[in-house]
């Protein structure tokens, strides 16, 4: 179902219901930008990796988020699911609390948004509002500060330097007073030849009864104004707090998908936590690696990466290709069992790629059918969850697979890596050249001048480090893994 500011207010009591009765939520973003392939290096450490996202991803934003929630029927071994295709967008044209905002984009990202279909108009005309969970708290003290003030009695406004309108002005509020508790009256009509006369008596309506009276003014013919009052009916009364509400929009969906500690499942889903964490809860993200993990633990405790979970045996040896699509069409031959899937929007058979409600789906799917494998050969559901369970997969990586969102992660040692610095020509022949007498090896790029290689044979270290670490003369110059990181550390 798709998900906008027309029917998001209408849903979401259904929504959250639903999410109360799931028994896993699968999520996807799509987002205005994310950080560029080039900008990762095989060797980042979790930290380092955790610094550039969020140095390199400040502004972009969720233009799209897919929720997908399934719910098992043990009767019949099927399960029931509901998807949710939301369409997001900050408002601050008839907004009262939400201000103004500036993001980024990167071109390569809504190009590749655009092949797929991507409905930009549907966005930024129909996308829902939404705020952090620190902007609302300061928004809200304030709001809370506005109503206790409004709620203190106000004494009636006059002119200053006209002493003769002030019994006019108590004369036509008495009447005024008197119209509002009246029941049987709806209207009240006031004419006016004088304007500041007028003008006092809109400003007590306003400070008096606020939203309960509306007026509206009138020529007549000989130049007198007409003022029409009226009251609002109580249950077409917005009060300030629902306008604020109504701003605070998806959010509040958000919100409550972290209240309900429900497990939730993504696919490759480090940048879409992170976003989620800046857009609706906290920005800028913390500073400290540890806070970060500490942080987001606390607000999902239950978070699961499907190509994490791919990445490792037994099911690494069965799934050679973990791109989402391709993983679902692995996922759906043998040797993994069949998995009675029911759902009204979406169908395996009915590609919709990188709508975020469908990759939503097919990532629950995907889970699914691994999850249903993994206990015809390995028992417990819940010991299968708690092993792969707090997560995050980390792309590119040389021997880090996963960031551990619940546990200390010690930094790989890496006694086996050289930081090697050479001129802009080399080439990566160049590499292997210089490093062949010691068999193997992996290279990780930093820029054109520099370069991480790791010696697979690590019984050869101790000779390269002899021949190759520290010699003087040549166009190139290697170090210890340790050194560099330790020299980074200094500056």
Known sequence: MDVTIDNFEQILPE?????????????????????????????????????????????????????????YNVDDKSYETNAYNCYLFPRSVNCKYTRDMSFSCLNSSLEFLIDQNFDFNKVFKKGISFVSKDQEEIMRHKLELDMEEKSVPKSTLYPSKKEELHKQIDTLMAEIDEFVQNENETRKEIKFTEFVLRIFIEKNIRQKYQKRLKYENKFLENKER?????????????????????????????????????????????????????????????????????????????????????SLPPLKELILNTTLGDMDKILSKDPFPSVKIEN???????????????????????????????ETIKGSRSTIEEFYINKLYLMKSFDTTYIDLKNFQEEPKRDNVFYVEFPPSWETQDLYDLFSPYGPIFIGWINEKSAFVALQNTDNVKKAAGQLVGVSGREYKVYFYSTFINQKMVN
């Open 226 to 310: 007409l003022m029409i009052v009226t009251k609002v009916d109580s249950q077409d009364i917005k009060t300030d707090l629902e306008d604020f509400e109504k701003e605070i929009g998806f959010s509040k969906l958000i919100w409550f998908l972290s209240q309900s500690q429900k497990l939730i499942i993504g696919h490759n889903m480090m940048t879409d936590i992170m976003q989620i964490l800046r857009q609706f809860f906290t920005s800028p993200l913390p500073e400290n690696f540890e806070d970060f993990k500490s942080m987001t633990h606390s607000l999902f405790p239950k978070i699961l990466d499907t190509k994490y979970m791919a």
């Open 15 to 71: 929504i959250k219901q639903k999410i109360e009765e799931c028994s896993f939520c699968s999520i996807d973003c799509e987002l205005t930008g994310i950080t560029q392939y080039k900008n990762l290096n095989s060797f980042d450490t979790p930290r380092i990796r955790y610094e550039k996202i969020k140095n390199n991803d400040t502004n972009f934003l969720i233009l799209q988020f897919g929720l997908c929630l399934f719910k």
């Open 344 to 374: 009204d929007l979406y169908s395996v058979n009915d590609e919709k790629l990188h709508e975020a409600g469908y990759d939503a789906y097919l990532t629950g799917c995907c889970f699914a059918r691994m999850m249903h494998y993994l």
